[in-house]
C-alpha cells in the first residue's frame, strides 16, 4: 500500500531548541495533516495544508505542503516540556482516506 | 473535543472469542473510520463508513467487519479474536467527501485491547 516516510524516528532535544520534522512520499496527496498524540489518548490536529507550497503556522508550530506535493515538514520552535509526544504525518488520497506516517517520538530535555 | 466516545476504553479477551468495539460520535459527521495503532506502523485503515448502511474495506480489514445503522455509531467487530488483533483501536470522523477542511480527521480516545 501507499507509504509516507517520516523522519525521525525520535528526537531528544533540549527545551528551548527548534524541532524539525518531514514527511516525504513516491504519491502526490492532496492534503496534508499533522497531529500530535499524547501518551493514553487519540491523536489532535494540529494544522492541515491544502495547497501545494502553502506555509501555515499554529503558534510556535509552521507546516509547508512541498511544491512537489509529495512531502511536508513541521517545525516546532522554542520547544517546551508539553510539546512531548509523538507527532503524525498524514496525506489524503482519493476519497476520505488518509494514510499515516509511523511517527516522530519527541523528548524534551527540562 | 470532537464529541467522540469509544467503548470499551480497556479489554481483555480470549483467542477465539467475539469482541465488539463502539464508536459514537454527537457530530452528525457522515464518515466514520476505524484504525488499529501498533509500535511501527503509525495507524492503519481498517474499515470506513460513508454513510448509513455504507462502508468500504481499509487496508488492514482481514479479520473484522463493522456496521453502521445510524449516523451516531459505527461499529467494530472482531468475529473471532486472535493474539494478533492486540492493538489500539481508534475512531475517527470526518464531516464529508471533497477538498479542504472536508478532509480533516478527528479522533476519539481509543479502545485497548487485549487478547491472550
Known amino acids: 500500500g501507499q507509504q509516507l516516510n517520516q523522519s525521525p524516528q525520535s528526537m531528544f532535544i533540549q527545551e528551548g531548541e527548534d524541532v524539525s520534522m518531514n514527511c516525504t512520499s513516491s504519491?502526490?496527496?492532496?492534503?496534508w495533516l499533522w497531529y500530535k498524540q499524547d501518551p493514553g489518548e487519540g491523536p489532535v490536529l494540529l494544522i492541515a495544508l491544502y495547497k501545494a507550497g502553502e506555509l501555515t503556522s499554529n503558534g510556535r508550530l509552521t507546516a509547508q505542503f512541498g511544491i512537489t506535493r509529495k512531502d511536508s515538514f513541521l517545525n516546532i520552535s522554542a520547544s517546551i516540556p508539553s510539546d512531548v509526544g509523538i507527532y503524525f504525518c498524514a496525506g489524503q488520497l482519493r476519497g476520505n482516506k488518509l494514510v499515516f506516517g509511523a511517527g516522530t517520538i519527541l523528548r524534551v530535555k527540562s | 473535543d470532537a464529541g467522540i466516545t469509544q467503548s470499551p476504553r480497556h479489554k481483555v479477551t480470549e483467542t477465539g472469542t467475539p469482541v465488539t468495539l463502539r464508536c459514537h460520535q454527537t457530530?452528525?459527521?457522515?464518515?466514520m473510520y476505524w484504525y488499529r495503532q501498533d509500535p511501527g506502523h503509525g495507524l492503519r485503515l481498517i474499515h470506513y463508513?460513508?454513510?448509513?448502511?455504507?462502508?468500504d474495506k481499509g487496508e488492514v480489514s482481514d479479520g473484522y467487519s463493522v456496521s453502521r445503522s445510524k449516523t451516531e455509531d459505527f461499529l467494530l467487530t472482531l468475529e473471532s479474536a486472535t493474539s494478533s488483533q492486540t492493538s489500539v483501536y481508534f475512531c475517527?470522523?470526518?464531516f464529508g467527501q471533497g477538498r479542504g477542511t472536508n478532509n480533516e480527521q478527528f479522533f476519539g480516545p481509543g479502545t485497548r485491547l487485549t487478547v491472550l
Open positions: 463508513s460513508y454513510g448509513v448502511k455504507d462502508t
Open positions: 457530530e452528525n459527521h457522515r464518515y
Open positions: 475517527a470522523i470526518s
Open positions: 504519491s502526490i496527496f492532496n492534503t
